[in-house]
């Protein structure tokens, strides 16, 4: 991959031209005459999955938006790449869970970005090594947890004057930004929810057939023929016969997105949910 890059031109609410600050979708990774950084590899991301998560992403008022990709395969399986947003602030994180550390969450990379009204994006912390409780609220708080090696953590904050500290935070948020990129994360299994976004329908949903079905779960989406699988959009009138499959990914995805991504993992040779319970594989 280049390390200069080509935009997209036609994503009109994030225009090629926009400023260096602001986030741009990739086009072209092979060549190109502008510098990615870390707004750019997130907006990349979520456009891959599905154009309609990335306008859901971008609403300014939604109250929260989570996206977690989850690597299947190789010496990295289980790894999860973390994008949260609640209105103009961003999280993304590469965790690692660690049952054997009391349930925690490792992330090897995290950066907080905040995104002012004109759409400039802004890096306001960046760490290698930072710990949690298995908690996305804790970590969307910065909640962290000392298992022994804060001494090996590296932390930096846009606070910070120290031309050190500045110079740490573009590289931890360009070393994730590369992971993304080169990773090709958007390829790995994953889902996507949103809690209380604005009514108003992207225009992915805004025609009849797909108004009974929601975006959220990407690998799902409402535009596929009807002998295909969607989940039902709770928030507007059913479908007068929903079909079986339907019916059955609805249930699960609304017991949990995580549910649903385990009953579609094509890796997974059983699967088992008791409703009110947990289930098992």
């Not at 072209?28 to 992403?57: E, M, N, R």
């Not at 590469?94 to 994006?121: C, H, M, Q, Y």
């Not at 994953?190 to 009849?208: C, E, I, Q, V, Y």
Request: with cysteine; charged share 25%.
């Amino acid at each position: 991959m280049s390390q200069t890059v080509n935009f997209l031109t036609n994503f009109a609410s994030l225009p090629a031209t926009a400023p260096s600050s602001h986030a741009h979708i990739i086009s072209d990774f092979a060549c190109g005459t502008s510098t990615p950084h870390i707004q750019d590899a997130i907006v990349t991301l979520v456009y891959k999955i599905s154009p309609s998560t990335l306008f859901t992403f971008l609403e300014p008022d939604i109250k929260e938006f989570q996206l977690v990709q989850t690597r299947r395969q190789g010496k990295d399986a289980g790894e999860k790449l973390v994008v949260m947003k609640r209105g103009r602030k961003v999280i993304i994180g590469l965790a690692n869970p660690s049952p054997d550390l009391f349930d925690t969450l490792e992330f090897d990379n995290l950066v907080r970005l905040e995104i002012d009204k004109e759409g400039a994006w802004k890096v306001m912390y960046a760490s290698y090594r930072d710990y949690f409780r298995e908690s996305w609220d804790d970590v969307w708080d910065g909640i962290t947890v000392n298992r022994g090696w804060d001494d090996l953590s590296l932390r930096a904050w846009v606070e910070d004057p120290r031309s050190e500290s500045r110079r740490r935070l573009e590289i931890l948020a360009d070393e994730l930004m590369w992971v993304v990129l080169r990773g090709r994360v958007w390829e790995v299994g994953g889902f996507a929810r949103a809690l209380n976004s604005p009514t108003k329908p992207s225009p992915s949903t805004s025609d009849n057939k797909t108004s009974n079905y929601t975006t959220a779960f990407p690998s799902l989406p409402p535009s596929t023929p009807a002998t295909h699988a969607h989940i039902l959009n709770l928030h507007s009138p059913p479908p007068a016969h929903p079909t079986l499959q339907d019916t059955l990914v609805a249930t699960l995805y609304h017991t949990s997105p995580e549910t649903l991504s385990r009953f579609l993992d094509p890796t997974v040779d059983n699967f088992k949910e008791i409703l009110g319970k947990k289930g098992g594989m």
